[in-house]
C-alpha cells in the first residue's frame, strides 16, 4: 500500500476537482464494488452529561444545548432499535456511549450483553465509548464486536484548539488498543470546525499511517449547535466534504469511507458526488447520536435514484479473534492524560451556560 506524505495529500485535495473525483472514483472501482452502499444505524445508548471539552459536542455537559439526555438504555430497547434498524436495511449497528472513557462495572458488563445481543441478531456491531483499555477492547471482541470507533477528530496541531480534556496521544493509543484486540478500526474526523487544509491532510495522514490502516473511515462534516464554542461556523462548503471523501478514497483505497454527520446539509446531487468520490458508506435514521439525518425513507428514495443496493452482513470473522485471556484478567488502572491547556471559546461557551442555568433557576 503506497503512503503519501502530508504535502501529496495537500496536493491530492487541491487537484482540479473534476480530476480529483475522476482519479478517486477509479481507485474505489479497483477496491469496492461502485453499485453497494454499506448502511449502518447509530444507536445513542446513553446521551449527554458527558465530561469532555470537544468544542463541537452539544453532549458535553458543561454547555447548554437542546438534547434530550438519558442514562444507559435498557437492554430491550437496544435489541428492538436493533431489529428495527436490520428490517431497515442497516447492516451494522453502532452504540454511542457519551463517556470519556470505558469504566469497568455495571455499566459495561450491560454494553457487552448489548453487544452481544446484537451480534445474535445476525448483524456487524461497532461501538463508540470512548476511550478503551487493551483489556476492554479484548472484552468487546470477545462479546461479539466487530468494529470500534474512536475518531481522530483532526489534525494533532488543530486538536489542541477543540478539546482540552485529552490529548491525541490517548486517542491514538485507543486505537492501537483496539487493533491489538483484533477488532475492526473505524476511525475518521469533522472537517468546517475551523481547521486548514493541512489539518485535514494531518488528519488523513495520522490514519493512513496506522498499520494496517483503518477499515473504516467516518468523515463528517461539522453540524454547529447552538450552546457549543463551535456553534458559530459557517456550514462547511459541499465541494469540501467532495473533496476530502475524494482525498480520503485515494490516501486510504481500501478502507470504507462513510459519509457520516452534515448529510441534511447536502443535497442529493452532492451526496452523488461524494459516492462518485469514494464515499461507500452511510448512517441511517433521523438522527446520527445528537444531531438530524436524512431519514430511512429519503435514502431509501436516494438509493433507488442513484441505483445503489445497501450490502449484507460480511462474513463473520469475530470467531477468528484470537482473544487473550490473559489481558482480560490482567487489572489495568489506566490514567487518560488530561492536558487542561485554554480554549478561549470552550471557556466562553461554559461560562454562557452558567449564566443560562443560573437565570433558568431563578425563574
Ligand atoms: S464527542 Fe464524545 S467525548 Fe466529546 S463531549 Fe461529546 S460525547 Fe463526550
Known sequence: MSRYSKQEIIDIYNKPLMELVYEAARVHREFHDPSKIQVSTLISIKTGGCPEDCGYCPQAARYHTQIDKNDLLPYETVINLAKRAKEN???????????????EGEDFESVLKMVSGISELNMEVCCTLGMVTQSQATRLAEAGLHYYNHNLDTSEEYYKEVISTRGYEDRLETLDNVRKSALKVCSGGIIGMGEKIEDRAGMLLSLSMLD????????NALVPVEGTPLEEQNIVPVWDVVRMIATTRIVMP??????SAG???MSTEAQALCFMAGASSIFAGEKLLTTPNPGEDKDAQMFEDLGLTPTEKQKDDTGKFKIRKSLVEAEEVKKWSRPG?????NVEATAKAKEIRKELKEN
Do not use: D, Y
Open 254 to 259: 481500501k478502507t470504507t469511507v462513510r459519509l
Open 263 to 265: 448529510r441534511t446539509q
Open 89 to 103: 436495511g442497516s447492516s451494522r449497528v453502532c452504540m454511542g456511549a457519551a463517556w470519556r472513557n470505558v469504566k
Open 341 to 345: 491547556h485554554t480554549i478561549e471559546r
Open 212 to 219: 494496517p490502516q483503518p477499515e473504516s473511515v467516518p468523515i
